[in-house]
């Protein structure tokens, strides 16, 4: 069965502190994507990686980086956590001889206080 | 680049009545339609998909209609139960060297009440 993990499930931090978020998926996949969740806005991507070490911004890319060194982690950094950042973060990733399903891990609530 | 409107963003029905969900798009080169399904707790998982040589795809209960002329799909529910009450997003895709890119939109809160 097809798995997508994710760190942690709730987080809360400080404004200012440095987090990380992290994804492992087991399916060998070679896109992976992260994205937050907020009411009335849908999914936006924040950031996506087709290969180790390569990225690509997504549409809301400021305030974030990422790191890829093996093929089945996929890191989301905040670099200096702020309250507007607060939010649900999810995780996916999608095979590219898989067909076009993007499969979720269960998400991160992060709060920044 | 693309972009996805979604309506209505919550609908409340009786249980055994049927829930449309609609959506447009902008960028004529999409050609994929997914719809996730996201359950309280869980991340969205996929529930029906349609690409652009199709005008509809029903699996069950559920059927998604594609109009590229007005640019325009949706999601359609029959016999609908408790179980069906969740948060479905509509997206769209270019696939070819999009690496799976998704543009989704702003998701429909679904009750349905026994």
């Known amino acids: 069965d097809v798995k997508v993990t994710q760190s942690s499930r709730y987080l809360v931090k400080r404004t200012g502190e440095k987090v990380f978020l992290e994804c492992v998926q087991d399916?060998?996949?070679?896109?992976m994507f992260w994205y937050r969740q907020d009411p009335g806005l849908g999914l936006r991507l924040i950031y996506f990686?087709?290969?180790?070490?390569?990225?690509e911004k997504g549409d809301i890319p400021e305030g974030y980086s990422v790191s890829r060194e093996k093929k089945e982690r996929f890191s989301l950094i905040l670099e200096s956590a702020s309250t507007n950042q607060t939010s649900m973060y999810l995780c996916?990733?999608?095979?590219?001889?898989?067909?076009?399903?993007?499969?979720f891990g269960p998400g991160t609530r992060l709060t920044v206080l | 680049g693309e972009n996805v409107e979604q309506h209505p963003s919550t609908l409340s029905v009786q249980e055994g009545d049927s829930a449309v969900i609609k959506c447009t798009y902008s960028?004529?080169?999409?050609?994929?339609f997914p719809w996730y399904k996201q359950e309280l707790g869980k991340g969205p998982q996929l529930i029906i998909d349609?690409?652009?040589?199709?005008g509809e795809k029903k699996d069950q209960r559920i059927a998604v209609t594609l109009n590229k002329t007005a640019k325009h799909f949706s999601l359609h529910i029959t016999e609908t139960q408790p179980e069906d009450s969740a948060v479905y997003f509509c997206?769209?895709?270019?696939?070819?060297?999009?690496?799976?890119?998704?543009?989704f939109g702003q998701g429909t809160i679904l009750t349905v009440h026994p």
């Open positions: 399916m060998d996949h070679e896109n």
């Open positions: 349609i690409r652009s040589n199709v």
């Open positions: 997206a769209a895709s270019t696939g070819g060297t999009s690496y799976g890119k998704l543009t």
């Open positions: 960028d004529s080169a999409s050609n994929y």
């Open positions: 996916a990733s999608i095979g590219s001889g898989s067909g076009n399903e993007q499969f």
């Open positions: 990686s087709y290969d180790v070490k390569m990225k």
